[in-house]
């Protein structure tokens, strides 16, 4: 439960999700990714620690070089995680039709 | 099944849009919202309170077992007969604060409407907090259902 509430919470600040857009084209060193940003390299640091705690993104290691990508496991808990959610509003609306089509049944 | 119901979560906004098409005449999917026996049978509450005129306002409230579990209330805005209704609609004692919806009805054909709803958050946090409340809820469940079980070993 923990963890999932963190992706939600990752995704939740504009500069992680420009973060995760940029890694998703492809892997990134922490530096290559700072260069995008107006941010201090620590800033940046701590976000990408954030999202690689939350499991969206994933260490790799190059030679000397540690390189950022997509984490499938993180990016799928967030498909998931809608799916209660449409589930709830599709048992609703069934509901609203079965009770409105008794309802119709019974115009004479 | 394929779920009938569509749900667009726009990334970086602080919306959702909930589209369904029902086999229903427009004119009743608009009484399901709009007359409380309906709205009572279908959401499983209590219509305290439905004022169905411009700048009308309601109330819902949900007991179980003598203890209110669920209370919900808004404004409504803007009613326009069997195509829109605008309304406010908060949650009380929840995270997701007031949120502002556009409900848009039409007709298909003589048997089949569309709802298209969409709702605005106070900001994508608030938006955020709704989309893990099922998620939540379910969890709950499971975790009562687990305690039945366990209670009947004992």
């Given at each position: 439960?923990?963890?999932r509430r963190d992706v939600f919470q990752?995704?939740?600040?504009?500069?992680?999700?420009?973060?995760?857009?940029?890694?998703?084209?492809?892997?990134?060193?922490?530096?290559?990714?700072?260069?995008?940003?107006?941010?201090?390299?620590?800033?940046?640091?701590?976000?990408?620690?954030?999202?690689?705690?939350?499991?969206?993104?994933?260490?790799?290691?190059?030679?000397?070089?540690?390189?950022?990508?997509?984490?499938?496991?993180?990016?799928?808990?967030?498909?998931?995680?809608?799916?209660?959610?449409?589930?709830?509003?599709?048992?609703?609306?069934?509901?609203?039709?079965?009770?409105?089509?008794?309802?119709?049944?019974?115009?004479? | 099944?394929?779920?009938?119901?569509?749900?667009?979560?726009?990334?970086?906004?602080?919306?959702?849009?909930?589209?369904?098409?029902?086999?229903?005449?427009v004119e009743l999917l608009y009484k399901?919202?709009?007359?409380?026996?309906?709205?009572?049978?279908?959401?499983?509450?209590?219509?305290?309170?439905?004022?169905?005129?411009?700048?009308?306002?309601?109330?819902?409230?949900?007991?179980?077992?003598?203890?209110?579990?669920?209370?919900?209330?808004?404004?409504?805005?803007?009613?326009?007969?069997?195509?829109?209704?605008?309304?406010?609609?908060?949650?009380?004692?929840?995270?997701?604060?007031?949120?502002?919806?556009?409900?848009?009805?039409?007709?298909?054909?003589?048997?089949?409407?569309?709802?298209?709803?969409?709702?605005?958050?106070?900001?994508?946090?608030?938006?955020?907090e709704q989309l893990k409340l099922p998620?939540?809820?379910?969890?709950?469940?499971?975790?009562?259902?687990?305690?039945?079980?366990?209670?009947?070993?004992?």
């Amino acid at each position: 439960m923990k963890l999932r509430r963190d992706v939600f919470q990752a995704i939740a600040d504009p500069t992680r999700r420009s973060i995760v857009t940029l890694v998703a084209a492809s892997a990134m060193t922490p530096g290559a990714i700072a260069e995008n940003f107006d941010y201090s390299r620590q800033t940046i640091s701590k976000h990408i620690q954030i999202l690689t705690e939350c499991e969206l993104l994933e260490q790799e290691q190059k030679g000397r070089e540690i390189y950022y990508q997509l984490n499938p496991k993180g990016i799928k808990q967030i498909a998931e995680f809608i799916e209660p959610f449409i589930k709830m509003w599709d048992d609703r609306f069934n509901t609203l039709e079965a009770v409105m089509k008794k309802h119709q049944s019974n115009i004479p | 099944m394929e779920q009938k119901t569509k749900i667009n979560v726009p990334e970086g906004k602080q919306e959702l849009t909930i589209t369904r098409v029902f086999d229903l005449p427009v004119e009743l999917l608009y009484k399901a919202y709009t007359e409380a026996e309906f709205i009572a049978q279908w959401m499983g509450t209590k219509v305290i309170k439905l004022e169905n005129k411009n700048l009308g306002s309601y109330e819902f409230e949900t007991s179980h077992e003598g203890k209110v579990v669920f209370k919900a209330n808004g404004t409504i805005h803007k009613l326009i007969d069997n195509r829109e209704i605008v309304r406010t609609f908060e949650m009380q004692d929840m995270p997701i604060g007031v949120q502002l919806e556009f409900l848009e009805f039409e007709e298909i054909t003589k048997d089949k409407s569309k709802l298209t709803m969409q709702i605005i958050y106070r900001s994508e946090k608030h938006r955020a907090e709704q989309l893990k409340l099922p998620f939540a809820y379910g969890l709950t469940m499971a975790h009562n259902k687990l305690e039945d079980l366990l209670s009947n070993l004992k």
